[in-house]
């Protein structure tokens, strides 16, 4: 107790809870046995520990509980446990004017501009009894740190020493694991990196939070975390990604960039979107390793390697990648960019969003909401005369004709598009309102692409496909007799899916003379097809046959990836 006993005893009895003589008594009987007077009277049954406490309260000019029930996860988590501990303090709920807490003590001012200062907001006390607050600690913060436990249990002392960019304690210095829940998002996020996940899944469901990872382009579903720790799981994630936590009824995006260990780097795009059971939150884990694959590790084979490295020693004209979303096309064109960048060019790009950050490279990001869209970035970038242009997308005619013209102004300029396949690139520009002259004088080259897993290596086992892939692949006996089929048989490295890894297929459209005119006549995409067939353009069925073949890939990875395909 934090004031003097004798002032106690003075507010008892100007409340009428005990007599004069009461207190008197009390200071001798405390002389004798040691005890303070409060206790005391307490002791001798002539007040309560509640009664002590609402006098004390409304001294204090604050309300008093006797039991705490129902405390908000969100609230828990934004006061530390080492805090709550030295204080003997709990927080219990957010308020329109701030964080109400419980605590034992009314005048322990020093508490309570502490916890203040450090939260940075508005404090709402109310007074508990110690015991109270103490059993609510055990409770409360015992269940957080026995709800990760089997996390926790088994990791390395830097996988959980991480820091988190932008957190700081009191002192300044970043604390990312004083708490369990920030151990526990941190983790989820460690182990979603080290299983080469691309995207981190957390749903919320009616009596459940599930917890998936999207590994090799397909959802794989981990162990759910507490349903009872949905608010502060998401809640500590939102404060990661410098989201707002009161605002839960609209999207929101952020980053989170975590350092574990002293070297690496750990960068994520957060979207936080609310469902009937809560917010859903995806992480995509960006892994910058991919920025620096070389042209084989992308998938390319020797013959599509040297036609690659021909367009992207052109010194003007446009290549479109072109494929769904989620197919590697971003992918590819950093490593393309990553590929020319050389200090004797100038290479800027308008993204949205900005993905990865590349040394060397001007990138620019959209902001629609200000008019920096990509049209409106592409012609500012013209003014700084770099050599090549990457878009991240062509959107709208506005993009396309701008895209167009700096490339018949001698620039190389790389871009997507969302079509099936490479021919159908060009007229989709036609489509779009391009004049068709334009697209046949500009556009250089059209790679279609799609992803699909490769076998892991560590559990590779010869394999006989069935009569139904043969049949879909059109293989010739020729080709079955030379094959190399492989699948994996599924072990540890892989866990169990006999995959480890992707890789593209790609349908590389080179655009002559004779696809040229055909643009200008208007002429069908069927046309421009089996033309592009006939001067050399294998199609994405072709390319991952030749996958399968040599015992990358296996005929279900393909047969799927390219279901429009017939070959």
Do not use: W
């Amino acid at each position: 107790m934090t004031v003097n006993e004798d002032y106690i005893l003075e507010l008892l009895i100007n409340s009428g809870r005990i007599q004069v003589t009461d207190a008197e008594d009390a200071r001798a009987a405390a002389a004798a046995n040691g005890h303070g007077p409060v206790k005391q009277l307490i002791r001798n049954g002539l007040i309560t520990e509640i009664d002590v406490l609402r006098t004390m309260a409304d001294d204090a000019g604050y309300d008093t509980v006797e039991k705490i029930e129902d405390v908000n996860q969100d609230a828990l988590l934004a006061v530390k446990p080492e805090m709550v501990q030295r204080f003997t303090v709990i927080p219990l709920d957010f308020t329109d004017n701030g964080l109400r807490m419980a605590i034992s003590d009314p005048y322990d001012f020093d508490a309570i501009d502490t916890i203040t200062s450090v939260l940075n907001q508005e404090i709402q006390c109310v007074v508990a009894p110690e015991k109270e607050i103490e059993s609510a600690i055990e409770r409360y913060y015992g269940d957080l740190d026995a709800a990760v436990g089997a996390l926790i249990n088994g990791q390395s002392a830097d996988e959980i020493s991480i820091r988190t960019s932008g957190q700081e304690d009191e002192e300044g210095n970043a604390s990312a694991t004083d708490a369990p829940i920030i151990k526990m998002v941190h983790l989820m996020i460690v182990e979603a990196h080290r299983m080469r996940a691309s995207d981190i899944h957390l749903e919320p469901l009616e009596t459940s939070l599930r917890l998936r990872y999207r590994i090799d382009g397909k959802l794989q579903v981990m162990q759910d975390p507490p349903k009872k720790l949905q608010g502060a799981i998401i809640a500590r994630i939102k404060i990661m990604a410098d989201l707002s936590i009161a605002e839960k009824r609209l999207p929101q995006d952020g980053r989170i960039q975590l350092q574990v260990g002293a070297k690496q780097t750990i960068d994520l795009r957060v979207s936080s979107i609310p469902t009937v059971h809560g917010e859903s939150i995806v992480m995509r884990i960006l892994d910058k390793s991919s920025l620096m694959l070389g042209l084989p590790e992308l998938g390319f084979l020797t013959d599509d390697q040297a036609t690659m490295e021909r367009i992207l020693g052109l010194p003007d004209g446009i290549f479109l990648v072109t494929g769904p979303t989620g197919s590697g096309k971003t992918t590819t064109l950093y490593a393309c960019l990553n590929y020319i960048n050389k200090p004797d060019r100038k290479i800027i790009t308008v993204e949205d969003p900005v993905e990865y950050q590349l040394n060397g490279i001007n990138q620019v990001p959209v902001h629609t909401d200000v008019g920096m869209t990509f049209a409106a970035a592409l012609r500012a970038m013209l003014r700084q005369a770099p050599n090549i242009i990457m878009v991240g997308e062509i959107r709208d005619l506005e993009t396309a004709n701008i895209a167009i013209n700096a490339s018949l102004t001698g620039h190389l300029v790389f871009s997507t598009l969302h079509t099936n396949d490479a021919p159908s690139a060009v007229t989709r520009l036609v489509d779009m309102k391009v004049k068709p002259f334009l697209v046949a004088s500009s556009v250089r080259a059209i790679m279609a692409q799609r992803l699909v897993r490769k076998v892991c290596k560590e559990c590779a086992d010869v394999y006989e496909p069935t009569e139904s892939e043969l049949r879909q692949l059109n293989l010739d006996p020729s080709q079955i007799e030379q094959a190399n089929f492989r699948h994996g048989r599924g072990c540890d490295a892989c866990r169990g899916t006999g995959y480890k890894g992707r890789m593209g297929i790609f349908e590389i459209c080179e655009i002559d003379d004779d696809i040229r005119h055909m643009v200008n006549e208007k002429m069908g995409v069927s046309a421009i097809r089996q033309r592009a067939r006939d001067i050399g353009m294998r199609t994405l069925r072709e390319d991952g046959l030749r996958k399968v073949v040599a015992g990358m890939s296996t005929p279900e990875e393909v047969i799927s990836a390219t279901m429009k395909d017939k070959g």
